[in-house]
């Protein structure tokens, strides 16, 4: 089972930079999700899925997996372009382009 050691970016519906600063480490599921055909809920017997670590860098959860011989896989850090423009720059009076619907 190989582990992937990933630091998650910004997500669009939030708009400062919190849980983005720490490194996770998550197994790759190795048993597909099932149905359950009665109330339709989804389950899955690997119970690797249900763990996940945190660390404050990369070199401390590529560390654990080497010193517990996880199989690991580093996934480069995905940042955002930030623009710097406001919300209310949409409405200003002297705008570029014209402001239509």
Excluded: C
Excluded at 11 to 39: F, N
Excluded at 60 to 83: F, L
């Amino acid at each position: 089972m190989v582990a992937r050691i990933y630091r998650p970016a910004k997500t669009a519906m939030q708009s400062g930079k919190a849980k983005t600063h720490r490194w996770i480490l998550d197994y790759e599921p190795e048993v597909a999700k099932s149905v359950e055909p009665l109330m339709g809920y989804t389950s899955s017997s690997d119970m690797k899925q249900q763990v996940r670590l945190y660390f404050d860098t990369q070199e401390e959860a590529v560390a654990y997996a080497k010193r517990h011989g996880i199989a690991h896989r580093v996934e480069k850090a995905q940042n955002r372009k930030v623009r710097g423009a406001a919300y209310a720059d949409n409405f200003k009076f002297k705008r570029v382009a014209p402001w239509t619907h």
